[in-house]
């Protein structure tokens, strides 16, 4: 088995084992098929390459982390995301999960609040060759206005409550995945789900351990 499919079956095996807090047994198949097709060595530091195929989060400086590979591909997974979709990620941090959702949809709009990951990110995810993505540095806490609404909105930091302003910007069918609570204290993984009358439903998915949304 290589590094890659030793990641697969780990996050299947991750998924089945928790089947019954997400509510499935199994990722869709382009989801798993877009973690295999992303090489997560090229957004991992030099020293931890050796890990990059670990399913656990890794260090990206900055007191940043790269998410495990089974939170990248269950909070994939919980968009439902199709090839005509438009999804913001606020927290692009290595890029991996940038990477993930623009093998899945049709444009990938994300934000970093740290510069300096924020450009390395851009600068990686081109260099391998992504052309269906924009980023830009800034507080993604109230979204990014400009492109919205979203079929899909991802966030991969831990806010204390639902941010009115990325619901706002969902479109009605749209789904907002965010971990929701204090850092050091219990954070659970959220999906809003705005219906076509614009009414949101939110279930908690899962207990997560997230680094924290800043200016929250
Ligand atoms: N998706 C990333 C996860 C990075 S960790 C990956 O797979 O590598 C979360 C990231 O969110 C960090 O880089 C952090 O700087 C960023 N972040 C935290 N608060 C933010 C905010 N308000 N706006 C934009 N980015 C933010």
């Known amino acids: ?20 807090m997400i ?19 090229k957004f991992v530091p030099d020293n931890l390459k050796p ?29 439902n995301p199709d090839k005509n979709d438009v999804v913001l990620e606020v927290g692009t941090g290595s890029g991996y999960q940038t990477a993930v959702l623009s093998c899945l949809v049709k444009k990938v709009y994300s934000m970093e609040f740290i510069e300096e990951l924020s450009e390395a990110a851009t600068a990686r995810l081109k260099s391998i060759g992504y052309h269906n993505i924009e980023t830009c540095t800034g507080n993604g806490h109230n979204g990014w206005p400009e492109y919205a609404p979203y079929d ?26 965010i971990p929701i609570g204090l850092p050091g204290f219990h954070q659970e993984l959220m999906v809003v789900e705005k219906d076509q009358k614009g009414e949101t439903q939110v279930n908690s998915v899962l207990d997560v351990a997230f680094v924290p949304l800043v200016n929250d």
Request: aromatic residues 6%; proline residues 5%.
């Open 152 to 177: 899909g909105i991802i966030v991969t930091a831990a806010a204390s409550h639902i941010p009115e302003a990325l619901v706002e910007q969902l479109k009605p069918g749209g789904r907002l995945a």
């Open 51 to 79: 890990f990059a195929f670990d399913n656990g989060p890794l260090s990206i400086g900055h007191a940043q982390t790269i998410s495990q590979p089974y939170i990248v591909a269950l909070m994939t997974d919980l968009l």
């Open 1 to 20: 088995m290589n590094d890659i499919d030793k990641m697969i079956a780990d996050i299947n095996s991750e998924v089945f084992y928790t089947r019954k």
């Open 23 to 41: 509510g499935r047994d199994s990722l869709a198949k382009r989801v798993i098929d877009a973690m295999r097709a992303v090489p997560r060595d």
